[in-house]
């Protein structure tokens, strides 16, 4: 799969956004409406930030997971993964707030298994729970060695649209950028069991860079 938002300095996906505040923007100003051309103004520099697409230098090395995500470690718990893994996984959940730039990395290289949408609800993406009831996308990855990951990118009270431009069957790199989701959000990691695990509870993490992991 060719890194699909490589070289934008914002997602594709929220060009429409700008573009629409940056119109709002301009016209209030044009009408002498300095209050509403400030306020519309704010938005467009929000959104510009919000979906900004900066690069990352992906580490190198054997058997290396990446974090799917920039944000802050909720939970490292190993736990029965029943829906595609159908096995006990190590889960790293990851909470992205509106702050955080929130384009989504591959974890690892490999093959992609499967990509599966599921609708849901839109709880507080911080609240266990919201693992398996809200809106989400799961990617299946099996790497060259036969390990299954699993990335789930799990919509939150204020995210309402996740995006995935991943297909079943593409090979994929460590590091390379495969969606997004809007307005906060949160991912699950999982990953095998005897995967030596590199971070805890409270650690920040950095989409594309930050070692979630060692496979086995």
Not at 133 to 144: K, M, S
Not at 184 to 212: C, F, H, N, W
Request: hydrophobic residues 45%.
């Amino acid at each position: 799969m060719a890194d699909r938002a490589r070289g934008w300095p914002i997602a594709r996906e929220g060009v429409p956004f700008l573009v629409a505040a940056a119109v709002v923007t301009a016209v209030a100003w044009a009408l002498g409406w300095a209050v509403s051309g400030a306020l519309f103004g704010a938005v467009a520099l929000f959104t510009g930030w919000f979906f900004r697409n900066p690069p990352r230098r992906v580490p190198d090395g054997p058997n290396l997971i990446v974090s799917p995500g920039d944000g802050r470690v909720l939970a490292v718990a190993e736990e029965e993964e029943p829906r595609f893994l159908k096995a006990r996984a190590v889960r790293v959940s990851i909470f992205l707030s509106p702050l955080n730039v929130h384009i989504n990395r591959v974890p690892c290289e490999g093959l992609i298994k499967a990509v599966s949408y599921s609708p849901g609800r839109f709880l507080m993406a911080s609240r266990p729970e919201a693992t398996l009831q809200n809106e989400q996308t799961a990617v299946l990855i099996e790497t060259d060695a036969g390990c299954r990951i699993l990335c789930v990118q799990v919509a939150g009270y204020v995210a309402r649209r996740i995006v995935c431009w991943l297909s079943e069957g593409e090979r994929v790199a460590r590091g390379e950028r495969y969606g997004l989701i809007r307005f906060g959000s949160r991912m699950d990691l999982y990953m095998p069991v005897a995967t030596q695990v590199r971070v805890k509870a409270g650690d920040r993490v950095t989409g594309g860079e930050s070692i979630i992991g060692v496979l086995p």
